[in-house]
């Protein structure tokens, strides 16, 4: 093996036997460009001098995991994928009286409360559980607050109408000077928890799961992992949305699933 | 008697002009099991993926965008999406990302260059064409220190020639070609014996 393979290897050993972390297998070109970012950015001429950094800094080992979980998130993120969700999804979402959703990979928040909104519009607000987790504690925190800055406003309108929203998007949050807090209502039907795909088990019996943009930074094999672990989740008959470039074409698992729709990357739990 | 094509993939990086540069070098690839080609065209994020469609139309060889872990396959040209890196894994398929802008850019033609340098090292074919940024002058040069073959477009001949300038500024470049010469030059690499 290559020195600096050898070198990334061991680092990522390290933080998976000192943190809990496991990014072993994420994506080896992916992984590899973020840490070089921070090996240059704090000024290591290696990995193994950054090693030692990690195992006795803690804070460094924060910065680190920022710098691995890609957390770049919007509202309405692809206004079309949400407009089919409404045509798709919702139809067999109302043919239960209760239901159950999870956002796998929430990051901020963003995701889960334009699928709250869309819920609150079609008249589900009450009939549904939503859960959301990251395994990053920290960003986890900001999808609780449900606080934005109000630079995004404008975009997240403009995604807002574009998915098909039948309402001002102002009637979901309070506005601020600078940042804007999302409606109670919105925030109360969410549980967020603390969960790392890659440790962490199954969750039950849901109904939809979204992983958007998630599975893009996991290896081939550490994909197939979580796509079972998803499948093992899901009531048969449920929904499985991933992100637009994420296809289940080349995983081991795409037997097990029907395609709702090819484009927006919606997925059905087979009933077999 | 079989002979062995010295490349195992060509990268290709273009940015204002690049609709025209592409029509003119893409279609000019016709030799069956030509080793796959991955471009990056810098694109507006929004626009639609059109340009495969339109592109494969016109072309000998598959043209298609990138999916992420993608295997390559040869015969085939792969876009990087609008508003996605694209790169290449030490497995050898393809990696889409949505990390942050490289000079300004998403796709970047660094991302794709230094990544697929690191793969393929001196097995690589590395194109820059018509640009009005800097994007992929660092890529190039990374392609030329793994030992890889260097080409950019001649920037007389470029609808803009910042690009291809920068290239040529940041590594001591193996080919200056013009636009139309780009296509079967390419196109005799894959005769080549060595
Ligand atoms: C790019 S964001 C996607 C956010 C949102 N789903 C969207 O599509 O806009 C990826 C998120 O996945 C989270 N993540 C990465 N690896 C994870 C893991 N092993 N378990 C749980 N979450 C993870 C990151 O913390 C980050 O917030």
């Known amino acids: 093996m290559e020195n600096e393979r050898l070198e990334i290897h061991l680092l990522l050993e390290a933080i998976y036997l000192k943190y809990g972390y496991d990014f072993r297998r994420y994506a080896a070109t992916h992984t590899k460009r973020r840490l070089e970012h921070r090996r240059k950015m704090a000024d290591f001429s290696n990995f193994s001098q950054m090693q030692h950094r990690v195992i006795h800094d803690t804070d460094f080992f924060e910065t680190l995991l920022l710098d691995l979980s890609i957390n770049v998130t919007e509202m309405f993120r692809d206004p079309w994928f949400y407009k089919r969700v409404r045509e798709v999804v919702f139809p067999y979402l109302k043919t239960y009286p209760f239901a159950k959703i999870w956002h796998a990979g929430c990051s901020a928040g963003q995701e889960v409360y334009s699928m709250g909104i869309f819920l609150e519009e079609e008249g589900m607000g009450d009939r549904v559980q939503i859960y959301a987790t990251d395994f990053n504690e920290l960003i986890l925190q900001k999808a609780k607050d449900g606080i934005y800055s109000m630079d995004l406003i404008r975009e997240y309108t403009a995604n807002y109408q574009k998915a098909g929203g039948r309402r001002s998007f102002s009637d979901y949050y309070t506005a601020d000077y600078e940042s804007v807090i999302m409606k109670r209502s919105l925030k109360e039907k969410v549980l967020f928890s603390s969960h790392n795909l890659v440790t962490d088990g199954a969750f039950g019996e849901m109904n939809v799961i979204f992983c958007r943009n998630v599975l893009i930074y996991f290896n081939r094999e550490l994909q197939d992992r979580v796509l079972t672990l998803f499948l093992d989740s899901l009531c048969p008959g449920g929904f499985l949305c991933l992100g637009s470039k994420e296809s289940l074409k080349f995983s081991g698992v795409a037997h097990r699933l029907e395609i709702v729709s090819e484009r927006e990357k919606i997925y059905r739990k087979k009933r077999v | ?194």
Do not use: W
Request: charged share 20%; aromatic share 6%; proline share 7%.
């Open chain 2, 1 to 194: 008697m079989s002979h062995t094509i010295p490349y195992d993939a060509v990268v290709i990086g273009v940015s204002a002009g690049g609709l025209a540069a592409l029509n003119r070098v893409l279609p000019a690839l016709v030799q069956p099991h030509f080793i796959p080609v991955l471009v990056v065209q810098h694109l507006s994020p929004e626009s639609e993926s059109y340009l495969p469609v339109h592109l494969d139309l016109r072309c000998t060889l598959h043209v298609k965008e990138a999916e992420d872990k993608e295997p390559l396959e040869t015969g085939t040209v792969y876009l990087a999406p609008p508003n996605y890196h694209l790169m290449v894994e030490m497995d050898r398929a393809l990696a889409l990302s949505t990390e942050a802008r490289v000079n300004y850019s998403r796709p970047s033609i660094d991302v794709l260059f230094e990544t697929a340098a690191e793969v393929f090292c001196h097995k690589l074919v590395g194109v820059i064409l018509t640009g009005a940024n800097a994007d992929g002058a660092k890529g190039l040069a990374r392609i030329k220190a793994f030992g890889g073959l260097t080409v950019v477009q001649a920037p007389e001949t470029a609808l803009a020639d910042a690009m291809p300038r920068a290239a040529m500024e940041a590594v001591a470049v193996d080919h200056v070609l013009p636009l139309e010469e780009i296509g079967p030059f390419l196109n005799a690499l894959m005769c080549d014996t060595r």
